[in-house]
């Protein structure tokens, strides 16, 4: 069993898209990273459908190509039917010439931190992250567990600057007491589970069944309902099946209870009843998250970072999860590397990761949900960042926004940063001709 070393550079808790990718750049640059990582990999998590943005991380880091070997689903976009009107989205109708991909998140995410490792970052999987002391503030001490052997080790490290990607547990954010759950309205829960042999919805707006899937390319199908919506997600070998409704739903349901509800609704629903008919439900595969959308201040601080899903999560109605935690892996790390050099201005590095971090969530909350303006959100960062984005990446995600009801405070905050005129006058002739129908 390998040691774990008693102190390195920086200290990365979690070995999920976050962990994993800011490990992978610190080890390129010659910096000694430790990754602690408390489950054993390939490991389940939620969260399979990826958006063609994820290519400029994944080739920034080097493993794009480890992850199109895998032989992916790839998908050509999306389908929505929200409020009973249609919408489609293809990503080459926005210049993109690569794919989003349908994937096996346990597969895609192992192939992540396999890649750290063989970058130089030291990986160690089932040992969790129990506390850290920040009394020292050059260099946090972190306590550990170990739990490879036969019996629970304790540990300490030492290091110059921690990251904690510790995903939904938001581990500093909790010692900090700073993650505050979004205003209670939009509380909502996700329960999921995964169907081998459903039929799955084509780029041509039919649905097939699943020996098709070499042939036809698939989207991601997503539905709303009275009660909230449904994603559709195709894998290789089953399909993983959402349902998004508010907390108070299933308050007081116990596992049964809340699976009983979940299959009925998915046999009850139009369009996904159909998808699903000749399915076989997975037995024990139903998972569910409770009040998923979370958000946090001081992600950043002069020798810590939080990162994807330990500082915030929205949402998973755009598929941004995945993007964002790699996109704050980028920043965090970049400065960290710079704080390395020069460590004067350490305070300074993180203050402006932080602004990047808050102005990419604040992004991702305006365009999810339909509440806007109120706490964790600072608009004029998000109004910057939809100024400088390239002409068809805000195309695409203005034309995503009218998908669903919830982003008037999306289209709202575009009008105020003068970028939606120009998007107006540009898009009739790129806007697909309306669906009025899907052939099921
Ligand atoms: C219902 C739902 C649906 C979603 N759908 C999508 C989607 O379709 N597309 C998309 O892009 N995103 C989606 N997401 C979001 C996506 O799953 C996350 O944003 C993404 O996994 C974040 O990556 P991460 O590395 O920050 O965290 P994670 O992937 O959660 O990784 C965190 C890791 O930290 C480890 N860890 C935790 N605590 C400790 C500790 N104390 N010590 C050591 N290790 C620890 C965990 O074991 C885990 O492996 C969805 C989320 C939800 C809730």
Redesign the pocket.
């Known amino acids: 069993m390998t040691v774990i070393p008693q102190s390195c550079d920086v200290l990365v808790?979690?070995?999920?898209?976050?962990?994993s990718s800011a490990a992978t750049h610190l080890a390129q640059a010659g910096i000694d990273v430790v990754l602690?990582?408390?489950?054993v990999f390939p490991?389940n998590?939620?969260?399979?459908?990826?958006i063609p943005h994820i290519w400029k991380f994944t080739d920034m880091s080097g493993v794009s190509e480890k992850i199109e070997q895998e032989g992916f689903l790839t998908k050509a976009g999306g389908i929505t039917v929200w409020n009973d009107k249609f919408h489609q989205i293809q990503f080459s109708d926005f210049g993109y010439t690569r794919p989003g991909l349908h994937v096996e998140r346990d597969i895609f995410?192992a192939i992540l931190l396999n890649h750290a490792e063989s970058c130089g970052a030291r990986v160690f999987n089932e040992?969790?992250?129990k506390k850290i002391d920040f009394s020292d503030s050059q260099c946090p001490d972190i306590f550990y567990t170990d739990k490879r052997g036969y019996s629970n080790q304790e540990g300490a490290i030492r290091c110059q600057y921690v990251i904690d990607?510790?995903?939904?547990?938001s581990?500093l954010a909790s010692q900090f007491k700073t993650r505050q759950t979004i205003s209670s309205h939009l509380n909502f829960l996700?329960l999921?589970g995964y169907f081998e042999n459903a039929r799955f919805v084509g780029v041509d707006r039919q649905s097939h069944a699943s020996d098709a899937l070499g042939s036809v390319k698939p989207v991601t199908f997503v539905m709303s309902f009275e009660e909230g919506w449904v994603w559709h997600?195709v894998l290789r070998e089953k399909t993983s099946v959402?349902l998004i409704v508010p907390t108070e739903r299933t308050r007081g349901m116990d596992r049964q209870q809340r699976e009983v509800f979940y299959r009925q609704t998915c046999a009850q629903l139009p369009y996904l009843s159909k998808l699903l008919e000749p399915a076989r439900f997975i037995e024990g595969s139903l998972q569910f998250?409770p009040d998923?959308s979370y958000y946090s201040h001081n992600v950043c601080g002069e020798n810590y970072y939080c990162?994807?899903?330990?500082a915030a999560?929205v949402d998973?109605i755009f598929?941004?999860?995945?993007?964002?935690?790699l996109y704050n892996a980028a920043a965090a790390t970049l400065a960290i590397k710079e704080s390395l050099k020069n460590k004067k201005h350490r305070l300074r590095y993180s203050q402006l990761c932080e602004n990047r971090m808050q102005q990419f969530y604040g992004f991702s909350r305006a365009l999810s949900l339909g509440d806007f303006g109120c706490n964790g959100v600072n608009p004029g960062l998000v109004k910057n960042l939809m100024k400088s984005l390239p002409p068809l990446e805000l195309e695409l995600i203005l034309l995503a926004s009218e998908m669903t009801n919830r982003s008037e405070n999306f289209r709202h905050l575009a009008r105020e940063a003068g970028v939606l005129g120009q998007f107006e006058e540009n898009f009739s002739g790129r806007k697909r001709e309306p669906i009025t129908a899907l052939e099921f």
């Open positions: 808790i979690g070995g999920g898209p976050a962990g602690l990582e408390r489950a490991r998590q939620v969260g399979e459908s990826l995410d040992v969790a992250v990607a510790s995903g939904h547990s581990f996700s999921w997600i959402g998250r998923y990162i994807g899903d330990a999560f998973p598929s941004h999860g995945v993007q964002n935690a």
